[in-house]
T-cell receptor
Framework: SAVISQKPSRDICQRGTSLTIQCQVDSQVTMMFWYRQQPGQSLTLIATANQGSEATYESGFVIDKFPISRPNLTFSTLTVSNMSPEDSSIYLC??????????????FGPGTRLTVL | AQSVTQLDSHVSVSEGTPVLLRCNYSSSYSPSLFWYVQHPNKGLQLLLKYTSAATLVKGINGFEAEFKKSETSFHLTKPSAHMSDAAEYFCVLLSGGYNKLIFGAGTRLAVHP
């Protein structure tokens, strides 16, 4: 499995500001994903980060609020823009492994715990 | 529609007793199913996965799960709980053809001495 790191591990931010979260993988991967885990909740997929093209966003998430970059096959960033206390969550990136050409298993980074005051 | 239902939000067991965490799924496709564990303030760790091979899947730390198509279930078990097993467990379905994971609501496992 890939080794995934995220920066920062946690942050406390003021409302109205933006935070960029970095996700680094120790090997080249095709599929990278960003998830949100609100307090006491399960994980929800925000978007799929595609190398060389725009990210694909899930229903309820928009690019203006959560811009994503994927400059190469080992790195991605997620920005949480114009933050409000409702954005306080753990943000996790994951990468997909491929078996026989199909991505099946996803491995997760340690997460970024964001608190917005 | 594809979905995952974890039947218990909290499970409490005594150390050394068996663990059963229940999961039912709904899928139009032949499913790929996973169990992940999340320890406090940690990321998600893959416990085991089912991808249409053997129906009884063995994972890490003594956990195993059995895929039962007739019951649309994928329950997670462990013969003897350890204090270190206390964590949140997620049953997850891979959405057919889209690489999208569908998470259950999670089951918090407490292990008492």
């Amino acid at each position: 499995s890939a080794v995934i790191s995220q920066k920062p591990s946690r942050d406390i931010c003021q409302r109205g500001t933006s935070l960029t979260i970095q996700c680094q993988v120790d090997s080249q991967v095709t599929m990278m994903f960003w998830y949100r885990q609100q307090p006491g909740q399960s994980l929800t997929l925000i978007a799929t980060a595609n190398q060389g093209s725009e990210a694909t966003y899930e229903s309820g998430f928009v690019i203006d609020k959560f811009p994503i970059s994927r400059p190469n096959l080992t790195f991605s960033t997620l920005t949480v823009s114009n933050m409000s206390p409702e954005d306080s969550s753990i943000y996790l990136c994951s990468v997909g492994s491929r078996t026989g050409g199909v991505t099946d298993t996803q491995y997760f980074g340690p997460g970024t715990r964001l608190t917005v005051l | 529609a594809q979905s995952v239902t974890q039947l218990d939000s909290h499970v409490s067991v005594s150390e050394g007793t068996p663990v059963l965490l229940r999961c039912n799924y709904s899928s139009s496709y032949s499913p790929s199913l996973f169990w992940y564990v999340q320890h406090p303030n940690k990321g998600l760790q893959l416990l085991l996965k089912y991808t249409s091979a053997a129906t009884l899947v063995k994972g890490i730390n003594g956990f195993e799960a059995e895929f039962k198509k007739s019951e649309t279930s994928f329950h997670l078990t462990k013969p003897s709980a350890h204090m270190s097993d206390a964590a949140e467990y997620f049953c997850v379905l891979l959405s057919g053809g889209y690489n999208k994971l569908i998470f259950g609501a999670g089951t918090r496992l407490a292990v008492h001495p």
